[in-house]
């Protein structure tokens, strides 16, 4: 594919290592909007104390057929252009499908990592979801997005009111570049080649997140050379990067990381 811009929103010390923050769907190109920027700042919170982040979302244009390789190589590109070093990355959610793509493509781009909220391959359950969800970005956006956002919330209580409140949010920004991701995601599967990872890795889990279900991300820890695995055992997979001890575990690990010299 060829070279595409990708936006960063920064937060932190200008001086700090860097960490680029790859974002779940729907991954906005540029700034995220509404409720994903208040996730946003939240994610970045415990990071932000060691790192300056670069928040960015998936490429503004897509070519249908596109591959998960594909695409995390334009995030290679980005980092070969931008740093001098291996950098820290952090995935949340399909983010973190691209950031294992990428430090099994690119190891030698990837000082440390932390997956939060994802594994070397979707479930099956994860599959069928988000399935659904491509088709209705091409017939109803604003339905896309509330069932996507049902499914990550996980809560039959609460089902009514996120369905009301993300119907009043904006689409999403080219949604026919969201499916090409989407849909580049159901063919991801890394699981034989994690042995490449070279950097320590952080994988942050929920013990009802549907996408990606515990033992997928126990599997991944597990074919990791050098993983660490953090638990949340009853929350649903938006939950895991809104856990109160979120922010604190994955700052406790990068900090580690730089007083260890690898960024």
């Given amino acids: 594919m060829s070279a595409t ?25 540029g700034r995220a909007r509404g409720l994903d920027a208040l996730t946003e700042r939240w994610i970045v919170g415990g990071p932000a104390r060691s790192h300056r982040v670069h928040a960015v979302g998936r490429p503004a244009r897509l070519e249908p057929g596109a591959t998960m390789a594909e695409i995390a190589g334009l995030y290679a590109a980005a980092l070969r252009r931008r740093f001098d070093a291996p950098a820290a990355i952090m995935g949340v959610s399909t983010g973190a499908s691209i950031a294992l793509q990428l430090a099994t493509d690119h190891p030698d781009l990837v000082g440390s990592l932390v997956v939060a909220a994802g594994a070397a391959a979707l479930g099956a359950a994860g599959r069928v979801l ?47 570049g969201l499916r090409v991701l989407v849909e580049a995601e159901d063919a991801f599967d890394v699981r034989d080649r994690l042995s490449r990872v070279a950097a320590p890795v952080l994988v942050v889990s929920g013990g009802r997140d549907v996408f990606y279900p515990l033992d997928l991300a126990t599997e991944t820890v597990r074919r990791l050379p050098r993983a ?24 406790d690990f990068l900090r580690a990381q730089v007083r260890d010299g690898r960024g």
């Avoid at 811009?5 to 190109?29: H, I």
């Fill in 130 to 176: 988000q399935r659904r969800y491509a088709h209705l970005l091409a017939a109803d956006e604003q339905a896309a997005a509330s069932e996507l956002a049902v499914a990550t919330m996980d809560s039959a209580l609460l089902a009514p009111v996120v369905r009301f409140a993300t119907r009043l949010l904006p689409g999403p920004a080219d949604p026919a």
């Fill in 5 to 29: 811009l990708l936006p960063t929103v920064a937060y932190g010390d200008r001086s700090a290592p860097p960490l680029l923050l790859l974002r779940g769907l729907p991954s906005e190109p």
């Fill in 228 to 251: 660490t695995h953090v638990v949340y055992p009853h929350r649903s997979h938006a939950g895991v990067p809104l856990h109160p001890r979120f922010g604190r575990d994955v700052g």
